[in-house]
Structure formats: structure tokens, C-alpha cells
């Protein structure tokens, strides 16, 4: 039963391998076929996700076994869920607005929270950093390193969020434009975003390369096992 079961799953992962590489001659049935597989099995695990760990944990069990003064608390939650439902029809639709709105709100502040909290400051915190002589005496930095390591990591924060300044002044054509001062700083914010962009696409391209060669070690290995 385990050799026929792992057989099974060799096979599987075999024929989808195929139907993803035929992607290669072009866009095909065989492609699309694999790709609504995967789109279908992923809406599915997040669909059991959210049962098991959302709905069934934090409604569902707690409508049952909660009291009834505290299943009053639930009642918000339920109504947002119906209303998010109206979304089915189109003549219903506009009573899930306020839901919407409010999820967008919330997550729009979340975003913003784990943004500064998670990347900003950090990121400043990170720019100050690199100046702590005693951290840098601690790794055998000397004086000169720590001040080039700093001033570019410095340089590299500040045109950055040059680059990202969108106050301009209006032209008499009526087009925008941003001070010459910001516009050449900004110029060298585009080349540390360049020189990120490209290690980000190489990190990228590794991880590619690295699991199109599994695929080929996986078809090598279940073609040998058939042989």
C-alpha cells in the first residue's frame, strides 16, 4: 500500500510537472489545466483554514457553549458576515459597504502600523546603528569602515525617501514638477532602488533556479524508479 501510494503521488507530481513545463511551447489547455488545479486546491486550503481556525473556533463553538449574555458580544460579527454575503447579489450588494469600508479602514491601519513599526524604524534605527563605534570595535570595524559602512547605509535611507517625495509645484502649462534640489537627490534614490531591485530579482531568479532543479532531480528520480 505505501509503494503503490507513493507510486501514486510520483505519478502526480510527474503529469502536473509536464503540464506546467508545456508552458514553455506557449499558452496551452494542458497549462491552464494545471493552473486551475492549483488555483482550485489553494481556495480550498484557505477555505478549511479559515473553518478550522476561524469560524468554527471564534463563532460556531462559542454560540454554543458561551452564555447568553456574552453570545450578545457575537452578534456584531454575524451581522458583518451576513451583510458581506449581500455581496452575492447585485440588488443587495450596497448593504455590505459599511463592512467593506470598515475592513479596508482596519486594514489599511494595519498596514500603515506594521510599515513604520516594521520597516521604517527599523530601518532608521538600522541607519543609526551602523555609527556605534563600540558594536563596530566589537567586530574588529575600524574608524574608517564604520563611517563608510554608515554613510552609505545613511545615504542610501535618506535618497531613498527623497525619491519617494511627491510635493511638486505647479508648471504654467499646467504640468507638475518637484524642486531641482529634490529632482538630483531623488536621481541618486533611483540608483540605490536599482542596485535593490536587482538583488531582490537575483535572490528571485535563485530561488526559480533552485526549484526548477528539484522538479528536474523529482522527474529524473521517478523515471528512474520506473526503469
Known amino acids: 500500500m505505501a509503494l503503490s501510494l507513493d507510486f501514486m503521488v510520483g505519478l502526480v507530481s510527474f503529469l502536473l510537472t509536464l503540464l506546467v513545463f508545456s508552458y514553455l511551447i506557449g499558452d496551452n489547455p494542458l497549462f491552464r489545466i494545471a493552473i486551475y488545479i492549483f488555483t482550485g486546491v489553494s481556495a480550498g486550503y484557505i477555505a478549511a483554514v479559515a473553518w478550522w481556525q476561524v469560524l468554527l473556533p471564534q463563532l460556531v463553538i462559542p454560540l454554543i457553549t458561551v452564555p447568553m449574555q456574552e453570545k450578545l458580544f457575537l452578534l456584531v460579527p454575524m451581522l458583518g458576515a451576513v451583510l458581506i454575503l449581500m455581496k452575492l447579489s447585485p440588488r443587495?450588494?450596497?448593504l455590505?459597504?459599511?463592512v467593506i469600508a470598515y475592513l479596508v479602514g482596519v486594514g489599511a491601519a494595519v498596514t500603515i502600523a506594521g510599515a513604520l513599526?516594521?520597516?521604517?524604524?527599523?530601518q532608521v534605527m538600522g541607519a543609526v546603528n551602523t555609527f556605534d563605534m563600540n558594536a563596530a570595535l566589537a567586530r574588529n570595524v575600524g574608524f574608517l569602515g564604520v563611517m563608510v559602512n554608515g554613510g552609505v547605509v545613511l545615504a542610501g535611507t535618506v535618497f531613498t525617501l527623497i525619491y519617494f517625495h511627491f510635493g511638486a509645484r505647479p508648471r504654467p502649462d499646467g504640468s507638475m514638477h518637484?524642486?531641482?534640489?529634490?529632482e538630483f537627490l531623488a536621481w541618486f534614490g533611483r540608483i540605490f532602488i536599482g542596485i535593490t531591485l536587482g538583488v531582490v530579482f537575483a535572490g528571485v531568479y535563485a530561488a526559480a533556479l533552485t526549484a526548477?532543479?528539484?522538479r528536474i532531480s523529482s522527474l529524473m528520480d521517478f523515471i528512474g524508479k520506473l526503469m
Open 212 to 214: 526548477l532543479i528539484e
Open 92 to 94: 443587495l450588494a450596497g
Open 178 to 182: 518637484r524642486l531641482g534640489v529634490i
Open 96 to 98: 455590505a459597504r459599511p
Open 117 to 122: 513599526s516594521g520597516t521604517l524604524i527599523p
